[in-house]
Nanobody, 116 residues
Framework: QVQVVESGGGLVQPGESLRLSCAASGSIFKIAAMGWYRQAPGKQRETVAVITSGGITNYADSLKGRFTISRDNAKNTEYLQMNSLKPEDTAVYYC??????????WGQGTQVTVSS
């Protein structure tokens, strides 16, 4: 089994920053890719950013320049640095761990609220 745990969410004001963390543990041989997704109330889940084991990153176009994904392969951990946060960034942020094309795991999600 694989456990995925996110942390770092919270309430911040517009313009502030927040850093999310996600740690994967359990029966893991190798993680192909890790990613962050988010779901706002009444909206579908959307991709925020993805990073491969080789460090190749892919971001949602609307978030480029404000969000940065990084990864520590040795710790099976990924991070999402979010800067200049806006109210529209309010959502539940989910960590995704992809072992292969057929196997992936999700965390429970962490709430990020941007409000004055």
């Amino acid at each position: 089994q694989v456990q995925v745990v996110e942390s770092g969410g919270g309430l911040v004001q517009p313009g502030e920053s927040l850093r999310l963390s996600c740690a994967a543990s359990g029966s893991i041989f190798k993680i192909a890719a890790m990613g962050w997704y988010r779901q706002a109330p009444g909206k579908q889940r959307e991709t925020v950013a993805v990073i491969t084991s080789g460090g190749i990153t892919n971001y949602a176009d609307s978030l480029k320049g404000r969000f940065t994904i990084s990864r520590d392969n040795a710790k099976n951990t990924e991070y999402l640095q979010m800067n200049s946060l806006k109210p529209e960034d309010t959502a539940v942020y989910y960590c995704n761990v992809r072992i292969s094309t057929m196997t992936e795991y999700w965390g429970q999600g962490t709430q990020v609220t941007v409000s004055s």
